[in-house]
């Protein structure tokens, strides 16, 4: 059975950063695609990043340059970098097995960024 748990998730102020963690089981993570998603309140979901089976990271323009995907093989965890957050990244985010249409999902970590 593939389990997806997130977490690291909080409350920061703008500028600051967070890192999410995705503990996964259930499927060979070390060569699976793995993506995160977000879904701001009243909107849809959003992707935000994906990691392919050879480890090459894809940003929308949104977020490049401040989000950064990676996986540990030893750990079986997926781990999204948030930097320089903004209050547009207020949102409820969460991991996935396969690509930014996957309906496999974990049930996601808050993210929320005020002052």
């Known amino acids: 059975e593939v389990q997806l748990m997130e977490s690291g998730g909080g409350l920061v102020q703008p500028g600051g950063s967070l890192r999410l963690s995705c503990a996964t089981s259930g499927f060979v993570f070390s060569t699976a695609p793995m993506t995160w998603v977000r879904q701001a309140p009243g909107k849809g979901l959003e992707w935000v990043s994906t990691i392919n089976s050879r480890d090459q990271p894809s940003y929308p323009d949104s977020v490049k340059g401040r989000f950064t995907i990676s996986r540990d093989t030893g750990s079986n965890t997926l781990y999204l970098q948030l930097s320089s957050l903004q209050t547009d990244d207020t949102a409820m985010y969460y991991c996935?097995?396969?690509?930014?249409?996957?309906?496999?999902r974990g049930r996601g970590t808050q993210v929320t960024v005020s002052s």
């Open positions: 996935a097995l396969g690509y930014a249409d996957s309906e496999t």
